[in-house]
Nanobody, 119 residues
Framework: VQLQASGGGLVQAGESLRLSCAASGSPFSINYMGWFRQAPGKERELVAAITSGGMTNYANSAKDRFTISMDNAKNTVYLQMSGLKSEDTAVYYC??????????????WGKGTQVTVSS
């Protein structure tokens, strides 16, 4: 399974970004996609996850600011981020699996896209 993420960049605090990640080459149905992030010196953490049925889970830091959505037909997940803060600066990784999950990562990772928020 290949995951291609895009949409990262450098923004100022308070601005918005939209990340996209498309899955290809999967021999199974994609039943979950999620976003994790890793800041320098910190562990990778869940940002948001969504199942193919539309169930979602957000980290407390992402609630009310980020929205995850999924286009099942395109095997593509989106993360709309608004009100960005400097602490959102990290490499954002796309994740997927054939199993439905909302709290722990699946087996497949994308390469990551850098999000930098300047204050």
């Amino acid at each position: 399974v290949q995951l291609q993420a895009s949409g990262g960049g450098l923004v100022q605090a308070g601005e918005s970004l939209r990340l996209s990640c498309a899955a290809s080459g999967s021999p199974f149905s994609i039943n979950y996609m999620g976003w994790f992030r890793q800041a320098p010196g910190k562990e990778r953490e869940l940002v948001a996850a969504i199942t193919s049925g539309g169930m979602t889970n957000y980290a407390n830091s992402a609630k009310d600011r980020f929205t995850i959505s999924m286009d099942n037909a395109k095997n593509t997940v989106y993360l709309q981020m608004s009100g960005l803060k400097s602490e959102d600066t990290a490499v954002y990784y796309c994740n997927t699996d054939n199993r439905k999950r909302l709290y722990t990562p699946g087996d497949y990772w994308g390469k990551g896209t850098q999000v930098t928020v300047s204050s």
